[in-house]
């Protein structure tokens, strides 16, 4: 079946510009996760949905950041203003359980959009 | 202090080596350990989920915990080239934030 799917692959902005980052989830997977990673840097938690709202968004480094789910599926990420330490791959993932069940939870990781700005 | 520490390496063997990929942690209430596997401009994948202190084994790769220590770690057997790629140790207390160790580049030579 399709995994979880990213859009764009790349993109590349100018500082202080707007941008949207789109995921699409496993189908009927409830769980999902943006991160960010630097180079040379594993993935840095930014926020989880379960279903439509945001459980947790402790990770998000600033108001600068959003991030929506409306129906509960596809998930955007939205940076306003855009700084060049915003640079980075964004990746989405998402599982079907919530962490910490029994027999754990995977989550599945979409290739990322690698963000660059100038 | 950093709540999970690993070694960016890279590590590069030949052929057929085992391979040994190891990371610390700083909080004890940490219960759940993974291994990911991440290729060069591809999303991390699941290798390995550990739950509390002990060993677990699929194929060729090992995962150990030792809680006592706050020591994590992975073994590669007969270590292959396809087995290149960034290897990401991660953990997390049961709730929703994944902490990820900054993964080790690791290099096998044909």
New interface residues.
């Given amino acids: 079946g399709a995994g ?1 799917s990213q859009t764009p692959s790349n993109k590349v902005t100018e500082k202080g510009k707007y941008v949207e980052l789109r995921c699409d989830p496993i189908s009927g997977h409830t ?1 999902l ?1 943006w991160y960010r990673q630097s180079l ?6 930014l926020i ?1 949905f ?1 279903g439509t709202g945001a ?2 968004d ?2 998000l480094p600033n108001d600068r950041f959003f991030a929506v789910r409306p129906e509960g599926s596809v998930s955007t990420l939205k940076i306003q203003r855009t700084e060049r330490g915003d640079s980075a791959v964004y ?1 989405c ?1 998402s599982s079907r359980l ?3 069940t029994a027999g ?1 939870d ?7 959009t690698r963000l660059t700005v100038l | 202090q950093k709540e ?1 520490e ?1 070694d ?1 390496g890279p590590l590069s063997v030949p052929e057929g080596a085992i391979v040994s990929l190891n990371c610390t942690y700083s909080n004890s209430a940490f219960q ?1 350990f ?1 291994w990911y596997r991440q290729y060069s ?6 290798l390995m ?1 550990t ?1 509390s202190s002990g060993n677990k084994e699929d194929g060729r790769f090992t995962a150990q915990v030792d809680k006592s220590s706050k020591y994590i770690s992975l073994f590669i057997r007969d270590s292959q080239p396809s087995d290149s790629a960034t290897y ?1 140790c ?1 953990t ?12 080790t580049r690791l290099f096998v030579k044909a």
Avoid: H, N, W
């Fill in positions: 979880v769980a996760y040379g840097q594993g993935p840095e938690f989880y379960q459980a947790d402790s990770g990746l993932a919530l962490p910490g754990g995977t989550q599945y990781f979409g290739p990322g | 999970v690993q960016p759940y993974m401009r591809k999303g991390p994948e699941l989920y739950y990401l991660a997390y207390t049961g709730g929703f934030k994944t902490i990820f160790g900054a993964g």
